[in-house]
Every structure is written in structure tokens, then in C-alpha cells.
């Protein structure tokens, strides 16, 4: 068995505590000892994004991170996404737009889309693959998946304009 | 069609968004992995590094000895609990009439081990971390022994299994030999091709998984298991493995990531832990990582084929034959025999008036990873078969494919096939004739002319393919040797607040059941899916029944929920007939009110519902309270969806990149419950299907038999730059043998695909012979070959 490290660190927001030990993935710890199962393995070695998280604010694939590296930093999931039972607008267009099927994957999609939309509130057709290509999905054959992200960027923009 | 209100706006045909969603988008989804049992222990597998090997001996000793390990338990610990071998539930017979060659299949292998990755041993621990650890302590002595892994000399290899000498499960026909030949011999033209179907790994997103418990003071199991089909899992685990009877084993698949056939079947690892949680007396939890996927989840596809085709003069088909090596792997999974049998060669008459076809399939033993149904099961490999010979006669005869393919169109239904399939209903023009418009065939010349002054290789291909779904009439499967009936069953309980919940035999991994489903009920009744709940996946809640593969849960599922609505609303009018104190034929049921024609006057649904059960007041003919009915659906015929995907690839000659520049779909499923659910079946299927032609293979190194596309770095899976934007329309004819006119749409894309793909690169790069997946070293090495 091996040791365990006191991690302290913001989820989503909310400070956290939790014993890790020490060669446990960032993955597993949020599944098992936060109990945070939005996040999913679908490869463990990176290929596939299912486990998709931000750490402070850069998207990670949580199967390649340990436990511990989340001490002193800010963990970003899907359960984050929802502010006060409200659907964030790419959550809203991913069921408008049926942009998932089995929902394995979908946490991930939207974590990842989420992480480009922060970066880039006007993505091509194009540059939306590339960035979600870290991404596998095998239900729905990603048409769907860019409508909604195209979707949600478009009505974020109108958003801001508003407001600003 | 029988519905009730013309006005629901949640009702059949409606793109209501989808009710399982906000769980899923908020990572509330409940899949086996996100379930954990109190006092639960963690198993890994010990699998085999060989695809061929002798187990000389099994030293437990050092893996016992790793801190938080628990047991570790083989083949003989389960052979002296007496649990049977995973089984084998279609017969298929042989020319000769003799039976197919089943070898055993321990869950935990005995004295021989025969694909990478077979099961040996598992090792149950306090941790996962722990049982890893002790799976890899765990010391077998292994002899090794030469593979068979090459489909085309496998029959005359050593044997895999000693019931069968040349490796040969089954040697099956089907059709009319004589008339085929007749029909060559009269032939002005006899085109043939030798193709392969590529070998594909299933790859749902979430991996197998499976919690096994114990209940020592009821004397009850429960299994926790990725399963599209949990009361088959059941039964077989019960009546053939024995593991425990019927009512004393519960089989929950609660959310389910992805199927694609692959969680059908009954593997070892969940036969394990359910066994072993009692032998442990505590749960035993086993999740499969990727790599244990690629190696155990049963693969898909991997034929072999040579097919003729007889044509006259002016281009009419006369006859096909075809031999086709389909390989079946190391064991016979669940289903696997009658995957290149029945589900192959009963298609092989495509959309064509074909006279006479013959068709041989062998069905063979490799040290491979079992192969078994994967999304369309057959289908595209008949599919694939026809639409790249069709596209060659096109080619031979120098006549344009799409009007070949129309001078030879079924256009009188029913029509019945050399292949015993009786094609109910269809319109092939419509769907090909729309298709074109869609791309604009007429207009490709200009776009081939216009891509090569970019120096790029513009092609077009054509598919136009049938399949059969909703599998099928119980007595004509029975008949074939189908060793379970394939109906479906409903229950819909109406509360008494009006409310229903439905009972459903058919299991949604991904599908939308539970939007789709209310939809019907919806539409039945007249009251909006909100006030719907679908409840599946849980024996210890649902009657026995099927569960979901072979795109059956419409076109069955649906009949039997539709059935069981029917007799509910038979009873519903009965009693508000006699509160509104008119005849019962005087009532009807629109948008959830029951009104009596000649008074004017009305029960709300949840009114009629709540008389059912206060019984104050019921007809005086010894009425039962309740309002609960269930229905069992037999179909009478296989449905048949159909349809035409064209192609269009741009192919850069630097690089042998392909990229479809335009994809259309155009398919008639009959009935379309929610069109925006069905738009996404068949994006899915289509990403499927492309990903064959150009990505996809599961590959193992001929001689050690590893398996080499065992990760996501070595087996191509399409990500969302590799695929187009879909164009995607339907024409549609309804089923006439069902009561909803539902066809089925899971499984199209990825049968009417691969051949639109590949005729496409074809046409291309000027290739006939290009294989499939059409990887860019593929067509660049054709283009260097051919230049």
C-alpha cells in the first residue's frame, strides 16, 4: 500500500481536503475519494478525453495527472458547469442540438468545449474539430457535437454584445 | 396507425429533445463503474500473453502474498463449483446436415489458453491498485505453442479445438446451387472480386464492467453488468453456466456507454464475479481498462470472399454465388454463428431482382479474439460484397452505376429472394433518385475537373443497400437454429394519478428509449411524455424480455409497448363509458380526454385512471380494478430498411490522404418516432461505417498472434477532424407488419457506408482493387503501383 498525501484544493469553486495516496490519478481521486463520477475513463492513457478537467484553467486529461499535483490548484469539471441548478449555454445546445447518445463522453465534450470557447468565443467548423479531436466519441459521429459548440459560441457572442 | 391525438406535440414524429440528457450533460449518469458496493473487493483478470499456450501450472503463492489481496482464483477452482463454459445460442448446421463444432469455452481457461488476452486467473483484492498488482504476482507456466492466426490457411493449420480438425466450425450453403450455376452458364458477362472485410473492435466508450454480489442471508445474487440484454444475460447465466437459478440471480445494466453488439454477450469476466462473489462473500467489482477491451470485448467483421456475379448481355443480374471464410475467432461467442450465416447471406440479393444466388460460408477457428455482432452483424458485409461487385459490373460493362443498379431494382413487393427473405415493402428509385439530387451526380464531372486543377483526385460511389431488422419472427429463428425467441414485451402500469410507467424489455445504451418510448405512449394516450417514466434494465423490476441489438427496439419493442397501450385504452373507455353513461363505442380518447360523442361530456385521463383504481364504481361485469396491461410481440416478417449513401472523396496523390468532400444519406426506416434521435443514429452509424473504410483494423502479427491495433495509438478510431458534415434525408415507406410501421434506423450507416467509401476512392484513383480500410499509405502505395 502506498502512502497517502492531505491534498488541499479547489473543485469546481468549493475549497476541498481530501487523502490521496500518492500514485493515485487525479481520475481516480476525483471518482473515488470526491465522489465526482461525472469524470470518466475511457483509455487511461490520454487518447480519448473522456476524463477531461481544467487545472488552473488548462484542459488536462485528469488519467495522466496524479492526485496529488492538484494540491494549491483550481480543479474545473462538468459538475462545475452548472451554476445553481442552471445549465451552462453549451449544456442547453448539447440537448438542443442531441449532441450526445450514451453520455460517456459527454462530460468530457463539454469541458473541452467549454476550454475553447474560453479561449477562442469565435472558432471556425474547423478549428472546433481540431480542438475537440483530442476527443473520442463513438455514438454520434460528431456532427451534432460541432452544431452545438458552433451554437453555443454563436449565442455567447450575442450575449456579451448585450451586455458590453 | 393508430393514434389518438392528431394535436400532441410530444407524440410519434415529433423531435422532442431527450428526456435522459440533463442527467447525462450534468455527469449524473449511473454507469456500473459510478456504482459501489459496501464492503466491496476489487477483481483483475490474469490473461494470457499467448495466443496459443498449454497451462502446465498456476503458482498463486506470490500473488497471495501482495498486501490486500484476497484470493486468487482458475479454471479449477470454477470447474469444481461445477459452473459451465460461456455457450454458443444459434445452431448452424453444415452441408452435410451435421452439427456446428462448438469447442468448450471455460470462463477461466483449463489446461490451454487460445487468443492474447484469454482468461485465466482472477485476483481479488481489497484495492484495484492491490488486485493489478497480484495479477501480475500470479507465476503461470505456459507452453507455448504455435497460432493460427491467418483466416486463409487457418483450415489447414493444427487445430484450435480438437472437435474440429481443420478448424472449420460449420461448412453452411444457402440458396439455389443449380439454377446459380445454370445461370453462369448462360452469362454474356461474369463479374468477380476477391475482398476482405476488415476485423474491427467495437470500442464503446465506456469499457465492460461488472459488480458481482452475494446476499447470504436471502441466498440471492445481483449482478451489476454493461449488458444491452440483461434478462438473455440471466437466463444463460442461470440455465447454461449455473451460476444460480432464475429467481435467485438479479441482472441490473443501469446506464449503459455504447453497445454496438458488444455488450450482448455473456463474457467470462461478469460470469466470474458474480460466481466469485459468494466464494469471497463479499462484492466483487472488476472494470475493464482499454487495453483489456481491445484484447476481450469480441471483435467485428474479418471475411474473406470471392463472389461472381452472372450478367446478360443488356445488363440484367442472373445469378450470384459466393464462398466467403468468415472468421469466428478462439471460442464461439453468444451469438457469433449466426452472424455470417443468417445475418450475411439471407442479404446477399441487395435492392436486386436476382434470380439464382448461392451462397457457401465457412465458418473457421483462429487463435483471435472471439468475433461476434457488431453494429449491422452481417449486414455490412453483405452490404459491402454486393455494392463493390455491382459497382465492378458497372465498371466491366461500361455502363454508369446508378443506372445499372436501377435497371436491376426489386420494384414488386412482397418479393422473395433466392436467400429465404421476403422483402415486404420498399421504393430503392426513391431513396437513389434523391440521393443524387442531394450531391448533384449530374454536376460531378465539373467538380472532378474543377479538384484535379487543385491537383487533387476527386471520386463518386454509390451504395444502395437493404438489411433486415427487427429480428424476427421466434418460430422462423427457432426454425434456423436461434436457440431463444426474439419477440419483446411491454408492460404499462398507468397510476392512478394518471401518470405511466412502462415496463420495457428493451435495453437503451445510448438509443433515447427513454424519450422515444414515452413518445409512443404519448402519442397513444394523449398525455405528454413528462408525465411518462421508462423503467429497463433491471430483471428484479422488468418482465422477461429481449433487450436491444439488430436496430429491433422499435420496430419490436415499440409494438409490444404499442400493444399493451392498445388493450389499456380498451379498458380505460370501458370504464369511462360506464361513468359517462354511454355506450363504449360512443367514447373516444384525444389529448388525454375521454369524451362521450352525444353529451359532450369528458373524464380527463388521470380521472378515468383513479376510477380504475378506487374501484367505487366499475362496470357490473366483474371488472378488475387496476389499469395495467402487458403485451408479448412476435413479429410476423424481418423488417427491411433500405436506402442509398453516395459518396464524394477528395484524394491529395502527394499524400494519399482521402477527405470526403460530401456524404449523403438518404434511408427509409418507415415510421420516424423523433427524427432528430434518428438524424443522430444514423450520423453514429455513418462515422462507423467511414471509419471501416478508411481507418479502422484490428490487426494481429501473423505469427505470435499479439494483437498489434491494441490501443488508441495503434487501431485508427475516427476523431471529429477525420469526418464530414452529414447530409441526411429519408423516403419513406412503412413497414407494413408491424403496428407503428417502424423499420429500424440503428444499424444503416454503418451497412450502406463502407461500399460508398470505398467505390468512391475507387473511382478516384482509377483502383478496383483498393482494400479497405483505405489508409493513406494504401492509396498512395496504389498510386505509386499504378503510375
Not at chain 2, 494470457?48 to 498456476?58: F, L, N, T
Not at chain 2, 455502363?399 to 443498379?405: F, G, N, Y
Request: charged share 20%.
Amino acid at each position: 500500500m502506498t502512502d497517502s498525501t492531505l491534498v488541499s484544493t479547489t473543485i469546481n469553486g468549493d475549497s476541498i481536503e481530501f487523502a490521496c495516496p500518492n500514485d493515485e490519478t487525479l481520475l481516480d481521486a476525483l471518482r473515488n475519494r470526491v465522489g465526482l463520477t461525472g469524470v470518466k475513463e475511457g483509455c487511461g492513457t490520454g487518447d480519448c478525453g473522456a476524463c477531461s478537467v481544467t487545472l488552473d484553467g488548462r484542459l488536462v486529461c485528469s488519467c495522466l495527472v496524479l492526485g496529488v499535483e492538484a494540491s494549491g490548484r483550481e480543479v474545473g469539471t462538468v459538475e462545475g458547469l452548472t451554476t445553481n441548478g442552471e445549465l451552462h449555454p453549451l449544456q442547453e445546445k448539447f440537448i438542443e442540438h442531441a449532441a450526445l447518445q450514451c453520455g460517456v463522453c459527454t462530460p468530457g465534450f463539454l469541458v473541452a468545449a467549454k476550454a475553447l470557447l474560453d479561449k477562442n468565443p469565435d472558432p471556425s467548423e474547423t478549428e472546433i474539430r481540431y480542438a475537440l479531436a483530442g476527443n473520442l466519441c463513438r455514438c454520434t459521429g460528431y456532427d451534432k457535437i460541432v452544431r452545438a459548440v458552433q451554437a453555443t459560441a454563436k449565442d455567447m457572442r450575442k450575449a456579451k454584445k448585450k451586455k458590453g | 396507425m393508430a393514434s389518438s391525438s392528431s394535436s400532441n406535440v410530444t407524440g410519434i414524429g415529433a423531435p422532442v429533445r431527450r428526456k435522459e440528457d440533463h442527467r447525462f450533460i450534468t455527469g449524473k449518469g449511473r454507469y456500473t463503474d459510478d456504482i459501489n458496493q459496501p464492503g466491496q473487493t476489487w477483481g483483475s483478470f490474469v490473461r494470457s500473453p499467448h495466443a496459443h499456450a498449454g497451462i502446465k501450472s498456476i503458482d498463486k503463492s506470490a500473488a497471495l502474498a501482495v498486501p490486500g489481496v484476497v484470493a486468487v482464483l482458475d479454471g479449477k477452482d470454477l470447474a469444481a463449483d461445477e459452473i459451465g463454459g460461456l455457450i454458443c445460442g444459434w445452431m448452424i448446421h453444415s452441408k452435410d446436415g451435421s452439427e456446428m463444432k462448438a469447442g468448450a469455452h471455460p470462463a477461466l481457461a483449463l489446461d490451454t489458453v487460445r487468443y492474447v488476452g484469454d482468461h485465466v486467473a482472477i485476483v481479488i483484492a481489497e484495492t484495484q491498485g492491490a488486485a493489478k498488482d497480484g495479477a501480475e504476482a500470479v507465476v503461470v507456466d505456459y507452453d507455448g505453442r504455435p497460432a493460427v492466426i491467418d483466416l486463409a490457411t487457418a483450415q489447414k493449420a493444427a487445430p484450435v479445438h480438437e472437435v474440429s480438425n481443420d478448424n472449420t466450425v460449420y461448412d453452411w450453403e444457402l440458396g439455389l446451387k443449380a439454377e446459380t450455376e445454370a445461370a453462369f452458364e448462360k452469362a454474356a458477362h461474369i463479374v468477380s472480386i476477391d475482398i476482405t472485410n476488415n476485423r474491427l473492435v467495437p470500442n464503446a466508450m465506456e469499457p465492460r464492467a461488472a459488480i458481482g454480489c452475494f446476499d447470504e442471508g436471502t441466498g440471492n445474487y445481483t449482478l451489476y453488468t454493461t449488458s444491452q440484454n440483461p434478462h438473455v444475460a440471466r437466463l444463460i447465466l442461470s440455465a447454461f453456466i449455473g451460476i444460480a437459478p432464475e429467481h435467485k440471480l438479479r441482472v441490473v445494466a443501469p446506464d449503459v456507454g455504447g453497445g454496438f453488439g458488444s455488450k450482448i454477450f455473456v463474457y467470462a469476466e461478469e460470469t466470474v464475479c458474480v460466481w466469485a462473489a459468494k466464494k469471497v462473500g463479499r462484492p466483487v467489482k472488476w472494470t475493464c481498462d482499454r487495453s483489456e477491451a481491445f484484447l476481450s470485448d469480441c471483435h467485428g467483421r474479418d471475411h474473406i470472399s470471392h463472389a461472381e456475379l452472372a450478367v446478360s448481355e443488356d445488363g440484367k443480374f442472373l445469378g450470384l454465388r459466393v464462398k466467403t471464410l468468415a472468421n469466428l475467432g478462439a471460442y464461439l461467442s453468444t451469438f457469433s454463428s449466426s452472424v455470417p450465416t443468417y445475418l450475411y447471406g439471407t442479404l446477399l440479393s441487395g435492392q436486386y431482382a436476382i434470380p439464382a444466388i448461392y451462397v457457401e460460408v465457412d465458418g473457421i477457428y483462429t487463435h483471435t479474439a472471439p468475433v461476434d455482432a457488431y453494429r449491422g452483424a452481417g449486414r455490412p458485409e453483405a452490404a459491402y460484397l454486393v455494392e463493390r461487385l455491382v459497382d465492378r459490373a458497372a465498371h466491366q460493362l461500361g455502363r454508369d452505376p446508378a443506372e445499372l443498379r436501377k435497371q436491376n431494382f426489386v420494384r414488386e413487393f412482397p418479393y422473395e429472394t433466392p436467400v429465404i427473405m421476403t422483402y415486404d415493402i420498399g421504393d430503392f428509385d426513391a431513396s437513389l433518385d434523391r440521393a443524387m439530387e442531394m450531391i448533384d451526380y449530374k454536376g460531378f464531372d465539373a467538380r472532378r475537373a474543377e479538384a484535379a486543377t487543385r491537383g487533387k483526385l476527386r471520386g463518386i460511389g454509390i451504395s444502395t443497400y437493404i438489411e433486415a431488422c427487427g429480428i424476427a419472427p421466434s418460430k422462423a429463428v427457432g426454425s434456423l437454429g436461434a436457440g431463444v425467441g426474439l419477440w419483446e414485451s411491454a408492460e404499462v402500469r398507468v397510476n392512478p394519478t394518471g401518470s405511466v410507467e412502462v415496463l420495457t424489455g428493451s435495453h437503451s445504451h445510448g438509443q433515447g428509449h427513454e424519450t422515444t418510448f414515452a413518445q409512443v405512449v404519448s402519442d397513444k394516450f394523449g398525455i405528454p411524455i413528462e408525465d411518462v417514466e421508462i423503467v429497463h434494465g433491471d430483471t428484479d423490476k422488468v418482465q422477461f424480455g429481449m433487450g436491444t441489438y439488430g436496430s429491433r427496439s422499435g420496430a419490436v419493442g415499440m409494438s409490444a409497448l404499442a400493444n399493451a397501450c392498445d388493450k389499456v385504452t380498451v379498458k380505460a373507455k370501458r370504464i369511462a363509458a360506464h361513468l359517462l353513461e354511454v355506450p363504449v363505442d360512443e367514447v373516444t380518447l384525444t389529448d388525454g380526454v375521454f369524451a362521450a360523442v352525444s353529451t359532450n361530456e369528458t373524464l380527463a385521463f388521470g380521472e378515468v385512471s383513479l376510477a380504475a383504481y378506487m374501484a367505487h364504481n366499475l362496470p357490473e361485469d366483474g371488472m378488475e380494478p387496476g389499469l395495467a396491461e402487458k403485451a408479448f410481440y412476435d413479429p410476423e416478417n424481418f423488417t427491411f430498411p433500405a436506402g442509398c449513401h453516395i459518396c464524394e472523396v477528395e484524394i491529395d496523390p502527394e499524400t494519399g490522404v482521402t477527405r470526403i468532400a460530401n456524404f449523403v444519406a438518404v434511408d427509409d426506416f418507415g415510421t420516424v418516432i423523433n427524427p432528430m434521435i434518428v438524424e443522430g443514429q444514423v450520423h453514429g452509424g455513418l462515422a462507423q461505417g467511414i471509419g471501416q473504410a478508411l481507418l479502422e483494423e484490428g490487426i494481429y502479427d501473423k505469427d505470435s498472434g499479439q494483437l498489434i491495433t491494441g490501443s488508441y495509438m495503434d487501431y485508427t478510431m475516427p476523431r471529429a477532424d477525420d469526418l464530414p458534415t452529414y447530409q441526411v434525408d429519408m423516403t419513406i415507406t412503412k413497414c407494413p407488419s408491424n403496428p407503428l410501421g417502424i423499420k429500424g434506423c440503428g444499424e444503416a450507416g454503418a451497412i450502406g457506408s463502407p461500399p460508398a467509401v470505398i467505390n468512391a476512392v475507387a473511382h478516384a484513383i482509377g483502383n478496383d482493387d483498393i482494400a479497405m480500410p483505405a489508409t493513406p499509405q494504401r492509396v498512395w502505395r496504389s498510386l505509386q503501383e499504378s503510375a
